[in-house]
């Protein structure tokens, strides 16, 4: 097995048969990169009645490994393959080579590498850190976890690519000897592969390359805690966070780093940890080499992706519900992220919170006590009404349960507009003013999967946003 180091091209001339374990989108682009290169590709999968069989000489059920792997050189394991399937056991006892999507396209691509990993805001980060860079580096890509298999362009002559990175992607791949990297933050999140925080945190930690001190490493230094051993002192190791070098202002807004101060006012992105976000993606673009006129002109323009705490765009809606602030976070799949959220609100700022989908297994209390301070109402519908409600109803605070989400937007019209003081027929007239409060924020952030009513956190996001449109325009 390659655990130590990349292989090189010439290691790879020896292998003609590849076995691609899980299709997908990552599968499907290791087998078209090997086809540009001459080999054969076979699939083994859980459901080959799905594949694409176009890319593949042969595609078989992932059953019987013996089977599977007779006249196969190398494997090549998408991340969603857990480390105890029986084709990489019968594989390690075979001596077989067993690579990573991430680590075969690394064999190929020779330019610089920026890799983002952390629980929660890597996919905002790693485009925000394209969206800046690209203005320095406008050939280069942005690949990894985010969408786009690094092995689809791997063969390009880029001048930088900026990778997210997946604990399931790091964890399967040696030393990717990254230009820069970053690890944001780390909460409790995929222990049904990892077990525990160690091995979750392990995992992560293999994004770093110290050894080479021209590589750059930013870390949120909460991290450390989590690490089996903890690392020694690194020149090129630097820390983003409250009384670090790199480090968040609010009130105003401004992002602090040893060489410069930048005015994050214009910044569009709501929150806090949105300007944790921008931090690590500053810190990460002056590795780089640019300038902070350079890094000021561009992460103003940047808008954000759709499902992660972005503003529902208001204008057509009726003059009444215009100043609310409408966000869709779908893809909060956790209470840590949805805690990052919302960590800027105050009890006066007018926050209506929805949370529902699957919880993940992670304690509940850090939530309870935030939600005691906001004393903030919250709507829950799906699966989290099962698991939640027992230690919700014992707060006090007020909490409505529904079974779907179109139920439970039409009870939240009802309450905005009691909030408000507009009378049944949406007049904008108001009835008083008084106990109204200073503002209102909206904030859909599930904190669980979205698997109980939709296919992904997009079409749960959509479906929000349709619904708000359906009935505020």
């Known amino acids: 097995m390659f655990s130590e180091s990349i292989p090189t091209r010439s290691d790879l001339e020896q292998f003609q048969n590849f076995l691609i374990l899980g299709g997908g989108s990552s599968g499907d682009s290791s087998a078209k990169l090997l086809s540009s290169l001459g080999k054969r590709s076979l699939l083994a999968d859980k459901f080959p009645e799905k594949a694409n069989s176009d890319l593949y000489v042969s595609v078989l059920s992932d059953n019987h490994p013996q089977e599977r792997l007779e006249g196969i050189d190398c494997i090549i394991k998408s991340p969603g393959i857990l480390p105890e399937h029986p084709i990489l056991e019968e594989a390690k006892k075979k001596g077989l080579p067993i690579l990573s999507e991430i680590c075969l396209a690394r064999i190929f691509y020779k330019g610089p590498i920026i890799g983002i990993t952390g629980t929660d805001g890597k996919s905002t980060t790693t485009a925000l850190t394209y969206h800046i ?99 020694s002192e690194y020149s090129n190791l630097q820390f983003i ?97 949805m805690l990052s959220g919302i960590s800027g609100f105050k009890k006066e700022d007018g926050l209506f919170l929805i949370l529902g989908g699957i919880p993940k297994t992670e304690p509940i209390e850090p939530f309870l006590k935030r939600w005691k301070e906001l004393a903030c109402p919250i709507w829950v519908y799906g699966k989290a009404l099962e698991v939640w409600k027992s230690e919700f109803d014992k707060t006090g605070l007020p909490v409505r349960y529904f079974s779907d989400l179109p139920t439970l937007v039409t009870d939240l019209k009802n309450k905005i507009d009691s909030t408000l003081h507009l009378n049944t027929i949406d007049s904008p007239t108001i009835i008083k003013k008084e106990n109204k409060p200073n503002s209102l924020s909206v904030i859909f952030s599930p904190a669980g999967a979205s698997f109980d009513l939709y296919k992904n956190f997009e079409e749960r996001g959509n479906h929000f946003e349709s619904l708000i449109k359906q009935l505020f325009s």
């Open 241 to 337: 966070g409250e009384g670090q070098n790199y480090y968040v202002s609010l009130n105003p807004n401004q992002i602090h780093t040893p060489n410069h101060i930048y005015d994050a006012s214009k910044f569009p992105l709501n929150g806090k940890h949105n300007l944790m976000n921008l931090c690590f993606a500053i810190a990460l673009s002056e590795s780089m080499g640019m300038n902070s006129n350079e890094i000021q002109n561009s992460f103003e323009s940047f808008t954000g992706l759709p499902h992660r705490f972005r503003k529902i765009d208001s204008t057509e809606f009726k003059n009444q519900y215009k100043e609310i602030q409408f966000i869709n976070d779908s893809k909060s799949t956790n209470l840590h992220s």
């Open 133 to 231: 860079l690209k203005s320095k580096f406008p050939n280069s890509k942005m690949g990894g976890n985010i969408g786009v298999p690094f092995s689809s362009f791997c063969l390009e002559p880029l001048d930088l690519v900026v990778l997210e990175l997946s604990s399931y992607q790091l964890d399967d791949s040696p030393n990717l000897e990254l230009t820069a990297s970053a690890i944001l933050n780390l909460a409790s999140d995929h222990l049904e592969r990892h077990k525990t925080m160690e091995s979750y945190a392990n995992a992560k930690w293999k994004i770093q390359n110290l050894e080479n001190p021209l590589h750059k490493s930013f870390i949120n230094p909460n991290f450390l805690q989590f690490l089996s051993n903890q690392p």
